[in-house]
Nanobody, 124 residues
Framework: QVQLVESGGGLVQAGGSLGLSCAAS????????MAWFRQAPRKEREFVAA????????VYADSVKGRFTISRDNTKNTMYLQMNSLEPEDTAVYYC?????????????????WGQGTQVTVSS
């Protein structure tokens, strides 16, 4: 079984930047994709970005296009999310996930392995 551990969350002012990391360990193999999701208080968990592991092709939610960049390092089994021009609406717990089931890379139902989450807070 794979373990996913996020790091890099914190508090930042609006307009600032933060970088998140997700390290995979344990029974790792080439998942079709890995992704970032987030959940704000009193809201449903939502898709942020995914990366097709073999090709590195990114997929973004419209709300973060042009501001967030997802990347991965195959040799380190690590995925990253660089977040720029942060807005208070980006405040949430951010989760990384590995796709273990067939389906859209933007659907949380395709992901069977999840990290514990890291808090990102953007102040106005």
């Amino acid at each position: 079984q794979v373990q996913l551990v996020e790091s890099g969350g914190g508090l930042v002012q609006a307009g600032g930047s933060l970088g998140l990391s997700c390290a995979a360990s344990g029974r790792t193999f080439n998942y079709y994709s890995m992704a970032w999701f987030r959940q704000a208080p009193r809201k449903e968990r939502e898709f942020v970005a995914a990366i097709i592991w073999s090709s590195g092709r990114p997929v973004y939610a419209d709300s973060v296009k042009g501001r967030f960049t997802i990347s991965r390092d195959n040799t380190k089994n690590t995925m990253y999310l660089q977040m720029n021009s942060l807005e208070p609406e980006d405040t949430a717990v951010y989760y990384c996930a590995a796709q273990t089931r067939a389906g859209s890379s933007a659907s949380e139902y395709a992901y069977g392995a999840w990290g514990q989450g890291t808090q990102v807070t953007v102040s106005s």
